[in-house]
């Protein structure tokens, strides 16, 4: 059964940095999507934030395009976010998903909460 176990959150003010990792087991990482997507407090439903295909491509939500970076390490089966330029609003908890679409397989972590704040 897999298994994705996100850290490195924690409480940043305005303007600071973080590192989120990912790590995954119990799956053939290298085939899947890795994607990140958070919920703000009392929001009703998870915003995708960025996706890594598992040939590198990365995409991103244009709140955060240039601030943020997702990246992977397949040997580590690993994927990470940097969030950079944090503001305020981008406080919220952060999930890690992995996903593989033939056969029609998804993964979730427990998530790892974010908070700017001065």
């Known amino acids: 059964q897999g298994q994705l176990v996100e850290s490195g959150g924690g409480l940043v003010q305005p303007g600071g940095s973080l590192r989120l990792s990912c790590a995954a087991s119990?799956?053939?990482?290298?085939?899947?999507?890795m994607s990140w997507y958070r919920q703000a407090p009392g929001g009703k439903q998870r915003e995708l934030v960025a996706i890594i295909s598992r040939g590198g491509n990365t995409n991103y939500a244009d709140s955060v395009k240039g601030r943020f970076t997702i990246s992977r390490d397949n040997a580590k089966k690993t994927v990470y976010l940097r969030l950079d330029s944090l503001k305020p609003e981008d406080t919220a908890v952060y999930y890690c998903?992995?996903?593989?679409?033939?056969?029609?397989?998804?993964?979730w972590g427990q998530g790892t909460q974010v908070t700017v704040s001065s």
């Open positions: 119990g799956i053939a990482f290298e085939l899947y999507s």
């Open positions: 998903n992995a996903d593989l679409v033939v056969p029609s397989v998804t993964y």
